[in-house]
T-cell receptor
Framework: GNSVTQMEGPVTLSEEAFLTINCTYT??????LFWYVQYPGEGLQLLLK?????DKGSNKGFEATYRKETTSFHLEKGSVQVSDSAVYFC????????????????FGEGTQLTVNP | SAVISQKPSRDICQRGTSLTIQCQVD?????MFWYRQQPGQSLTLIAT?????????ESGFVIDKFPISRPNLTFSTLTVSNMSPEDSSIYLC??????????FGPGTRLLVL
């Protein structure tokens, strides 16, 4: 079955530091890949996504590139801010089932990021 | 985008009791999803709830333990029955967005003593 593996957390950085959160996946076919973020006390929000190999998703200064050869979708940001403190989830959706089942998202374990001023 | 609210936001319950979690969406949606996030673990899909039909449960989840109602296109409930400490989790509902995305509610934090 599908699976997603994220780097273990928590991650603590100083403001303006470079961020990488690793994500690798196992799936059949060509899933779409996502990063969701959960700010304290809030629900998960879609941060960015990529639907095919070599696509780069980006939003709010975060980027992730769909690497089929390494089955990875690492999240990066060049300069983090205190407001980026949150839990980040890597996820994939089953190829081809969206229209029939709406979604079957498989999530990684989540990585807690704390950014200190 | 969809705005989703859940009630209660958190609760502490005694083992053997049941808790019903409500999920309200600000627009009509065909499908609603219920997830569980156990401490330190990833989100796991419990079931998909379609209005007017029985919910579809994922492997490892059964209707007797997690009965779901879906009375209309904007509302669903998930009941956690005969609770044990292992049911302590965050329970989230979500609805499909566009392009394979989902919108999530804020979650219900449940602690079973």
């Amino acid at each position: 079955g599908n699976s997603v593996t994220q780097m273990e957390g928590p991650v603590t950085l100083s403001e303006e530091a470079f961020l990488t959160i690793n994500c690798t996946y196992t799936a059949t076919g060509y899933p779409s890949l996502f990063w969701y973020v959960q700010y304290p006390g809030e629900g998960l929000q879609l941060l960015l996504k990529a639907t095919k190999a070599d696509d780069k998703g980006s939003n709010k200064g975060f980027e992730a590139t769909y690497r089929k050869e390494t089955t990875s979708f690492h999240l990066e940001k060049g300069s983090v801010q205190v407001s980026d403190s949150a839990v980040y989830f890597c996820a994939l959706s089953d190829e081809g089932v969206w229209e029939t089942s709406g979604s079957r998202l498989t999530f990684g374990e989540g990585t807690q990021l704390t950014v200190n001023p | 985008s969809a705005v989703i609210s859940q009630k209660p936001s958190r609760d502490i319950c005694q083992r053997g009791t049941s808790l019903t979690i409500q999920c309200q969406v600000d627009s009509q949606v065909t499908m609603m999803f219920w997830y569980r996030q156990q401490p330190g673990q990833s989100l796991t899909l419990i079931a998909t709830a379609n209005q007017g039909s029985e919910a579809t449960y994922e492997s490892g989840f059964v209707i007797d333990k997690f009965p779901i109602s879906r009375p209309n296109l904007t509302f669903s409930t998930l009941t956690v029955s005969n609770m044990s400490p292992e049911d302590s989790s965050i329970y989230l509902c979500s609805v499909p967005g566009g392009s394979e995305t989902q919108y999530f509610g804020p979650g219900t934090r449940l602690l079973v003593l």
